[in-house]
């Protein structure tokens, strides 16, 4: 195919993608353009039938349903490639390591056999002639021994130097496969690993630990009303205020849109809706001003659920209690931390409503 086919072919992907985003009021971020483009170029099937489904039964699709997509079906695909292109360099690195071994072993032979010669030539000498041309010999395969040395010692510290180059950048695409873009948050592939590893530790050691489930009060509507824009600056400030009230071994997720989870390792009941509530305040206690007019928006509400580990328990059932609990502290009136469906009040005697 010519350049001029490729040309007339990807204007009209992009095209369409400038409509898509268009039509679905979506801003024009790169993120956004390259999902819309790679569903007009239609070769990720998986992707155009979610965003398809999405838009058959609400007739539209939003930018928290868009990031959804673009984390299942783009980032990962993205980091796989990026994955790929480190490990392949990283291994012909090793070649080269390898290579760099072979000819110094090889060197390290032709040495040794220079010195076997000139032992069974000294042997053998009759005068200082032949004596002077066998040390001469020797001094020759010495130096060139020598000079292998030195290059391979500097091939090798080039060699280590790109290697832990290299390193430094699979752990960064490890760091980012597990952390939300946005909140900077771990993200819900993190939750899940962890989740799971925590249930076996705990079912080994039966020592409790709590999870909570938050979401934001009324996000849709303040994100229709100020803009996606203002909207991932509420999702910022809440992701903030989780992380400021949790400690140590805590860890926070944003485990999708705009609801968030805490996984509290050995945190009985009690002191993880300590927790919840400090959470709840903290996020409660901040107005938010929006940064392009200074206008004061007034302040966040979130709800929260707790649940804590029961003998026997599965992600599912755990992750189940915790969403029930905070759909009940929504349907109370919002803005509250709920650990059992028909309490409406915390212990600590808080105002919850």
């Not at 040495?111 to 005068?127: E, I, Q, R, V």
């Not at 010692?153 to 832990?164: F, V």
């Not at 940064?291 to 004061?296: A, D, F, L, P």
Request: aromatic share 8%; proline share 2%.
């Amino acid at each position: 195919m010519s350049d001029r086919d490729d040309f007339k072919r990807t204007i009209v992907y992009g095209e369409n993608a400038v409509g898509h985003l268009r039509k679905n009021e979506i801003p024009a971020y790169p993120r956004n353009y390259e999902l819309w483009y790679t569903y007009a170029a239609g070769f990720n099937h998986a992707l155009n039938k979610s965003i398809n489904d999405v838009i058959r039964a609400r007739g539209k699709i939003s930018p928290n349903e868009l990031d959804r997509v673009y984390e299942q079906y783009i980032a990962p695909t993205r980091i796989g490639e990026r994955i790929d292109e480190v490990g392949g360099r990283l291994s012909q690195e090793i070649n080269g390591v390898a290579g760099l071994i072979e000819t110094q072993m090889a060197s390290t032979s032709i040495y040794s056999s220079s010195l076997g010669d000139a032992k069974t030539a000294l042997a053998g000498a009759k005068d200082a002639v032949a004596i002077e041309s066998i040390v001469s010999g020797l001094m020759s395969a010495t130096h060139e021994t020598e000079r292998v040395n030195h290059q391979l010692e500097r091939q090798l510290t080039e060699s280590r130097r790109q290697i832990a180059e290299l390193q430094e950048s699979l752990e960064a695409i490890r760091y980012e496969s597990l952390v939300d873009d946005l909140t900077t948050l771990a993200n819900r592939k993190h939750f899940d690993q962890s989740l799971d590893r925590i249930l076996a530790e705990t079912d080994q050691s039966e020592t409790p630990f709590s999870l909570l489930f938050t979401d934001i009060d009324h996000f849709k509507k303040f994100n229709d009303t100020f803009g996606h824009q203002t909207g991932d600056q509420v999702l910022r400030l809440v992701a903030l205020a989780v992380k400021q009230n949790i400690k140590g071994q805590d860890i926070a997720f944003r485990y999708g849109g705009e609801e968030f989870a805490v996984i509290l390792p050995r945190t009985a009941l009690e002191q993880s809706v300590v927790v919840a509530e400090h959470i709840r305040e903290a996020v409660f206690s901040k107005e938010l001003v929006k940064r392009s007019t200074g206008e004061n928006l007034g302040r966040i509400t979130i709800s929260i659920g707790v649940s804590e580990w029961r003998p026997g328990d599965t992600a599912q059932s755990i992750i189940e209690r915790a969403d029930t609990c905070l759909y009940a502290a929504k349907n109370g009136g919002r803005n509250q931390v709920r650990w059992t469906v028909e309490t409406p009040t915390n212990e600590h005697g808080s105002k919850v409503a």
